[in-house]
């Protein structure tokens, strides 16, 4: 493209033509490997995938006694339990549960009664009090997708789920080169004509609030020579270069001349005021930027411009902290004796900006992670209902929050492979994700609170997936089903299988971890359990409830259970054994009104596109064909 001196191009028009021609000719951003303990405020290059799970062993939540809990059943207070230090062993919260015992009773439960003896007046359930194996953090979970911001919570996420070490985005250097016959190093004495070079300390403080380290090289008088050789050392050692002042069209102004003689100028003038001197150029497939001289001018150049660069590098936007007035999506309890600080996630559905309250687990990191704002519940209140209007302490900018594609309903990892292939393809939206199960779906998109939702409701009278509960849920015809993928369901067991599973009514010898209710396996389960005439009170583990495919795997692989139900490719991250049970539909439901949305439409492209199903390949239990 050939520049037009000082021409008068729109900002946006100038962007897009300078950024467009930057990626063209190479620029992107290099990397380094970081230790987590210390990448606070990094950006990492690839997802990231837990190594182990958090908890990795089963914990005491609390400090007390470890029993069992069928010691407990008869415990009341007209008939109170009397535990023999041979029924319980002390635990402090934190230490392992000891073999042998399921369940723990809080110390201010108990009531001593002498000789080492207990009484307790309520009973235990299995689990009571105890963080299981991967309560907050599944082996093979994705924690964070490619180009994710390392938050001191994520940091603690991903140093929890056992990734110690993890590939960054460097650091983008920037080379500041001031120039002038009459720029002088700052001093309390100037003499007269010598103006006080200030602009790289001002750009410097801008450039470490944006995340880059700034070089400033000497002082270079206005001699093209010069300059250009200036120019040449700093291309050669840093990855963006501003040159301060010299920029416009005067007898001594060379930096579009050095610039076009070393690279290529793309943009020489911007209408904006001030700030139009400014040239766009790029010399080695790195951003040159002539930044005029008067110092309010360089500023709003930077802002604009610079800043933007620096961003697209990292894959992130610009953004600003606020306060916000959003709905509550679900009612939410409180304690009356503390003021409590609920973690939300924010997303703008039909114009209403919705908050829907996260995992509450004082145990659960990732919470903190997704979250993009904090309810505070004052003391004394019992708690909110939904539908009312909050006020939310924003942890991320309200434009990223404004632009984001809500999913809920059915877990399955699927949905995070997609985000990532989002964010490595520079998706100008984020993504969030929540895992209510199927029916969590339906009321989701059927109230306006998501986009979309993925889906897998088998009809137990037809055998048909999701067909008949839209027809049900949205009998006007206000939502549809995008195809999505075939999955295998099936049982996860031990490697090896040594209880000798062979088909769903064998789990009657087993004990079993379910999903929780509305899931679209724990619908599954029930209509096995009713066809092979078994009830649930039969099942060992019945109301063991977990969220997600990978939940239900790690506590098999821990030991925690025997069997569950659940897709291959969370048998496969914990290396179980894997017993088909039958073949469903996961869906995504989607509200008619939004299949035209922008970021609907860029998740659909990704889920049909080839990449994404060589994915599904190497994941394993996927079939694509419809």
């Known amino acids: 493209m050939k520049y037009n001196y000082l021409s008068n191009l729109p900002l946006d028009e100038a ?61 009341s207070e007209q008939s109170p339990v009397t535990l023999t230090p041979d029924k319980y062993a002390v635990v402090d919260t934190g230490d392992p549960l000891p073999e042998g015992f399921d369940c723990v009773i809080m110390v201010e439960d108990l009531i ?61 250097v920037v080379g500041i080169i001031p120039t002038g016959d009459e720029i002088v190093s700052p001093t309390s004495d100037p003499e007269s004509g010598e103006i006080i070079e ?81 040239v766009l150029g790029e010399v080695d497939s790195k951003p040159v930027i002539g930044v005029p001289g008067y110092p309010v001018s360089a500023i709003v150049i930077i802002d604009e411009i610079v800043s933007d660069l620096i961003s697209q590098w990292y894959r992130r936007d610009n953004f600003h902290r606020d306060t916000v007035k959003a709905v509550l999506s679900k009612k939410t309890v409180s304690s009356l004796k503390y003021t409590e600080y609920v973690r939300v996630s924010l ?32 003391q004394n209140c019992e708690g909110i209902e939904a539908g009312s209007e909050v006020e939310v302490r924003l942890l991320k900018p309200m434009n990223e929050i404004e632009n984001t594609l809500i999913i809920t309903g059915s877990h ?33 998109v059927s109230s306006g609170l998501a986009h979309m939702g993925g889906i897998h409701l088998l009809d137990t009278d037809t055998g048909e997936y999701n067909r008949s509960y839209v027809e049900k849920y949205f009998p006007g015809g206000e939502a549809v089903t995008v195809k999505g993928v075939g999955r295998v369901q099936g049982l996860m067991v031990k490697k090896g299988n040594p209880l000798g599973i062979r088909e769903f009514k064998d789990i009657k010898n087993a004990r079993y971890v379910n999903r929780q209710r509305g899931a679209g396996t724990r619908i599954l389960c029930d209509y096995l359990l009713d066809k092979n005439g078994i009830g649930p009170e039969e099942i060992e583990g019945y109301e063991n409830e977990e969220f997600t495919h990978t939940a239900v795997a790690a506590l098999i692989a821990a030991g925690n259970a025997d069997v569950g139900l659940g897709i291959y490719s969370a048998a496969k991250i914990y290396n179980l054994d894997f017993i ?16 035209a949305d922008p970021m609907v439409k860029a998740f659909l492209e990704v889920l049909y596109s080839d990449e994404f199903k060589t994915r599904l390949d190497e994941m394993g239990g996927y079939s694509t064909e419809e």
């Open 198 to 278: 200030f602009n790289s300390t001002v750009f410097r403080g801008m450039l470490s609030e944006m995340g880059a380290e700034a070089v400033v090289y000497p002082i270079t008088p206005d001699k093209k020579d010069l300059i250009r050789a200036a120019v040449e050392k700093a291309v050669a050692e840093c990855d963006l270069v501003l040159i301060s002042a010299g920029s416009s069209a005067g007898r001594d102004d060379y930096t579009s001349d050095v610039i076009s003689s070393l690279g290529r100028v793309y943009v020489h003038g911007i209408a904006v005021k001030p700030g139009k001197p400014a």
């Open 15 to 75: 962007k897009k033509e300078y950024y467009s021609a930057l990626i063209a000719s190479g620029y992107k951003a290099s990397t380094e490997v970081a230790c987590v303990n210390g990448a606070c405020g990094r950006v990492i290059k690839s997802a990231a995938y837990a190594h182990i799970c958090s908890p990795h062993y089963n914990a005491s939540a609390m400090d007390g006694i470890a029993v069992r809990a069928e010691d407990t059943y008869s415990a």
């Open 412 to 444: 399955d990892p699927l949905i995070d492979e997609v985000i990532n292939v989002l964010k490595k393809n520079g998706a100008p939206f984020r993504v969030s994700s929540t895992h209510v199960g199927s029916m969590g779906a339906v009321y989701a």
């Open 580 to 595: 088909p049970v039958c073949n469903e539909k996961y869906e995504f439901l989607i509200d008619k009104k939004h299949l």
């Open 347 to 378: 997303g703008r559905i039909n114009g209403v900006l919705s908050a829907s309250p996260l995992n509450r687990g004082a145990g659960v990191i990732t919470s903190f992670t997704k979250a993009d704002g904090i309810l505070v519940i004052d």
């Open 112 to 172: 001593d009664a002498g000789n080492g003896n207990y009484n307790i007046i309520a009973s235990c359930h299995p689990w009571q009090n105890i963080r299981q194996v991967g309560e907050d953090i599944c082996m093979g979970d994705m924690i964070a997708p490619a180009f994710t911001v390392l938050t001191p919570s994520l940091c603690g996420a991903l140093l929890a789920g056992g990734i110690t070490e993890t590939e960054v985005i460097k650091k983008p």
